[in-house]
Nanobody, 119 residues
Framework: QVQLVESGGGLVQPGGSLRLSCAAS????????MGWFRQAPGKEREFVAS????????YYADSVKDRFIISRDRTMNHVYLRMNSLKPEDTAVYYC????????????WGRGTQVTVSS
């Protein structure tokens, strides 16, 4: 059973930084892409960033472009989201997700980690 576990969330002041981590276990499994999504209170879940597993191409939502960086470690068992210049509107639960090979969409999700940006 493939599992994703996020960590690294917390309370940070506007302008601050955080790094979220996503650990994958229960593998091996073939991944097409890994992504980060977020859901703010009263809003729908939205795409934040993703990385194609083959080649490492990255994609970002316009709202986080030039502030957030998605990366992975050499073992390819961890995905990270470095968040810089955080704004109050970045406050949300952040989810890590895997789009497995053969699936039509992101089909494995973590439980999320809370990020709160407030002074």
């Amino acid at each position: 059973q493939v599992q994703l576990v996020e960590s690294g969330g917390g309370l940070v002041q506007p302008g601050g930084s955080l790094r979220l981590s996503c650990a994958a276990s229960g593998g091996p499994f073939s991944v097409y892409a890994m992504g980060w999504f977020r859901q703010a209170p009263g809003k729908e879940r939205e795409f934040v960033a993703s990385m194609r597993w083959s080649g490492g191409s990255t994609y970002y939502a316009d709202s986080v472009k030039d502030r957030f960086i998605i990366s992975r470690d050499r073992t390819m068992n961890h995905v990270y989201l470095r968040m810089n210049s955080l704004k109050p509107e970045d406050t949300a639960v952040y989810y890590c997700a895997a789009h497995r090979v053969g699936s039509q969409a992101y089909d494995v999700w973590g439980r999320g980690t809370q990020v709160t940006v407030s002074s």
